[in-house]
């Protein structure tokens, strides 16, 4: 396995050319922790993809969260229920990921805990999905194309806000196979993960 350094930029450029090679409607995952931020590098896509003729929704799954009875069942920093119950899964692949020709932008606002009574959006024939959040390789989303962003164990407790700390046991066993893995511990200075 081999790493191609490239700049934040050349990262840019590297994943607008795989998109933007996706035939038709194209679904695009975009996870990593939330140290990573992995919705600035969804963001960092959508004006390039729509200047090249993509129609883009941007859509984050901290929006499809779980109401709180559901997620703090046990608690407010239990890490299981982060990565189990935190985010429905379910409602991503039914109104995002598998809804045809319309999407739903978002579902639930965490700060109310109320419905965000969204409106569906069209999905053009050449649309583009970005979704983007954190743990989501290893629930069967259906996609084209999946990014890893990936911290290693270090740099995760390093980057990871003090409020966040609690949720660090989450990431032990998550071991997602992607189509890109990038290397991204120092976000400036990103690596592109080449199979041998």
Avoid: C
């Avoid at 024939?125 to 270090?154: F, I, K, R």
């Avoid at 003090?162 to 690596?191: F, K």
């Amino acid at each position: 396995m081999k790493v191609r350094p490239l700049t934040a930029s050349a990262l840019v450029s590297e994943l607008l050319s795989r998109i933007s090679a996706l035939p038709g409607r194209a679904r695009v995952i975009i996870d990593g922790a939330p140290a990573a931020a992995p919705g600035s590098l969804a963001d960092a896509l959508v004006e390039p993809l729509r200047a090249l003729g993509r129609p883009v929704i941007r859509v984050s799954a901290a929006d499809f969260l779980r109401p709180a009875s559901v997620r703090l069942e046990h608690g407010r920093t239990d890490p299981h229920s982060y990565r189990h119950d935190w985010f429905d899964f379910g409602a991503l692949r039914r109104e995002v990921l598998e809804s045809g020709d319309k999407v739903l932008p978002t579902l639930w606002n965490a700060e109310t805990d109320r419905a965000s009574r969204a409106e569906y959006v069209p999905f053009p024939d050449n649309g583009v999905v970005l979704l983007d959040g954190t743990l989501l390789l290893d629930q069967w989303l259906p996609a084209e194309l999946t990014v890893h962003l990936h911290l290693s164990p270090a740099a995760l407790a390093r980057r990871t806000s003090p409020d966040l700390q609690w949720t660090l046991p989450a990431y032990d066993d998550y071991a997602p196979t992607p189509d890109v893995l990038i290397r991204y511990d120092h976000p400036t200075r990103p690596g592109w993960v080449v199979s041998d």
